[in-house]
């Protein structure tokens, strides 16, 4: 295992391989403590604001049976860098795993739901990213940054 630079010396902790880059068929670990997560971004524009409401009130009861838990809603404050045109309201969802984000998303038991979200925003952006659970820092190896950084 890599040294952590600038991590903890409790961070060199036995490991198991999780990433293996086609690219280079080099394999990455990440440390025994570590949880991999799958976040989904929503960005968007409130057009509608009585059918957005009626989407995410339902939100607390329909994202959990799928594995879905909110992180973070907010209001756009200031662009500060790039050149993404900014949107009114971020919405971040942590989700078990990309499966269980797929099952929330194409469950035909929730046909109603998702038009709520679509017809109540506009210039709406839905990306989804691996990532790691960061609400413990020191339980974060440079290896689990490296499998996140690299192609």
Not at 14 to 43: D, R
Not at 89 to 102: G, R, T
Request: glycine content about 6%; hydrophobic content about 40%.
């Amino acid at each position: 295992m890599r040294e952590p630079i600038g991590f903890p010396a409790a961070l060199t902790k036995c490991i198991v391989p999780i990433v293996q880059f086609p690219e280079t068929g080099e394999v990455l670990a990440m440390s025994a403590n570590s949880k991999k997560k799958f976040y989904a971004l929503n960005m968007f524009d409130v057009v509608d604001l009585e059918k957005y409401l009626a989407y995410f009130s339902r939100l607390p009861e329909e994202a959990p049976k799928y594995g879905g838990r909110m992180v973070a809603f907010g209001r756009f404050r200031d662009n500060i860098a790039g050149d993404l045109a900014p949107r009114q309201v971020l919405f971040l969802v942590e989700w078990e795993s990309e499966e269980a984000f797929n099952s929330f998303r194409d469950d035909p038991d929730l046909a109603d739901l998702h038009p709520l979200r679509e017809s109540g925003t506009a210039s709406y952006t839905w990306q989804t990213f691996d990532g790691l659970d960061m609400s413990d820092p020191a339980e974060v190896s440079l290896d689990d940054v490296l499998a996140v950084l690299k192609p």
